[in-house]
């Protein structure tokens, strides 16, 4: 096709150049931020191998090290990617030849742990319970009592998937009385929930910028204590970009980036850990919670069930079973028109919807949320209260 010069092509490229309008973000990670975290990415440009970006990056690693509950034991490997990057770096550097992992299998992401391992060739033993259901911990126990190959476990603290929180306190004292060494994907946890790598027994804690510490995609972490990452020299690597060892070693002894991470989000991330540390995890977690139960307690008026049982449900994601007469596609695209995105679910669990209550939301987006929730469903219910309920859910 020829263009003449006066005319202005609307080609694909141009439609993406122009920003959506403020969107209300209910999905489980990416999530709306602070502004002064927005603000962080427009620091100068820096060098990354400079004097100014070894500062960022001890300050960022001190920072993630403190919300993961770390001591002077501890230390935080930095890595450019999502949370994925993070865990496998973690899941293909610290299982040595001739061990295996266990994986307590009750949803997605466990299923994304045990294959990132098989992808590496690194033995796998699942327990299924079945998405959505709670962990059997005696299973656990007995499966560690009787096979002596295991060396390490691969726990999903929060099933995004389905809404579930796991019991990590009490795995991890089962783990560590079998002397055997506890993986922990924290990545939509950290911030939001109790979680301390001392108290319950963590040696490899995986975070992620972007969830519940209200940091910006692009940047994770490995927390763990520095004699676990210092005997990395010992274990032969099976990747190259994501070996943790290597990483660990220019990141602690030469205070410098193994790689260009990405530098921005770092500034980012800096920021938001400090808002996180003011803040407090329990003070989140209770503003979370909040905005959560206001959500359940609405919706349950409109026939939307929690997929999880109240005491097992995480206080940032609710997965919701969708009544008869609700399609998702619809509910979806009528929020979004409003400014809202929701999510969705693996098929296999049906007619389901996610919505999420992590990030920089107010209790006014939460009250014009469920309007415009009313509004698409068609059927309105009398005017939500804004007081939080207190139940705990």
């Known amino acids: 096709m020829t263009v003449r010069a006066t005319e202005t092509p609307t080609t694909p490229a141009t439609a993406r150049t122009t920003p959506p309008p403020h969107q209300v973000l209910l999905n489980p990670g990416p999530v709306n931020v602070h502004d002064r975290v927005r603000a962080a990415l427009a620091y100068p440009d820096v ?11 001890d300050a960022v690693r001190a920072k993630a090290t403190a919300v993961c509950g770390g001591d002077e034991r501890h230390t935080s490997v930095l890595l450019a990617g999502s949370g994925t990057a993070a865990l496998e770096a973690v899941l293909s550097s610290v299982v040595p030849q001739g061990g295996a992992l266990l994986v307590p299998h009750n949803g997605h992401y466990a299923e994304r742990v045990a294959s990132i391992a098989e992808a590496h060739r690194i033995p796998v033993r699942r327990i299924e319970f079945g998405w959505g259901e709670p962990i059997d911990l005696a299973a656990v126990d007995a499966a560690l009592a009787e096979d002596a190959t ?42 939001a929930e109790p979680l301390d790598v001392v108290a319950d027994h963590v040696d490899w804690c995986v975070g992620t910028a972007n969830k519940c510490l209200e940091g910006l995609p692009g940047t994770s972490f490995v927390c763990a204590p520095r004699a676990l990452l210092d005997g990395l020299s010992e274990v032969r690597p099976r990747t190259y970009y994501l070996d943790l060892g290597a990483h660990h070693v220019a990141q602690d ?25 003011e803040e407090t995890v329990a003070a989140r977690s209770r503003r979370y919670r909040e905005h959560a139960d206001r959500v359940r307690a609405h919706l349950a008026g409109h ?91």
């Open 47 to 57: 060098c990354h191998r400079e004097p100014e970006a070894a500062e960022l990056l």
């Open 150 to 191: 295991i060396s390490h476990v691969g726990l999903v603290h929060h099933e995004t998937s389905t809404g579930m929180l796991n019991p990590l306190s009490e795995l991890g004292e089962i783990v560590a009385r079998h002397g055997r060494s506890l993986i922990v994907d924290a990545i939509s946890t950290l911030g």
């Open 303 to 393: 026939g939307f069930e929690p997929l999880v049982p109240d005491g097992h449900r995480a206080s940032s994601v609710t997965v919701f079973r969708l009544p008869d007469g609700v399609e998702y596609q619809h509910l979806h695209d009528r929020l979004k028109a409003d400014g809202f995105v929701i999510y969705g679910c693996p098929p296999r669990l049906g007619s389901i919807c996610r919505i999420a209550t992590m990030g920089q939301l107010t209790t006014d987006q939460i009250s014009a949320f469920l309007v415009a929730f009313d509004a698409a469903l068609g059927a309105p219910l009398p005017t939500d209260d804004a007081t939080p309920s207190t139940s705990q859910a």
């Open 253 to 277: 002894r030469a205070r410098a980036p193994l790689f260009t991470p990405a530098v921005q989000a770092l500034y980012a991330l800096d920021v938001a850990l400090d808002l996180t540390l």
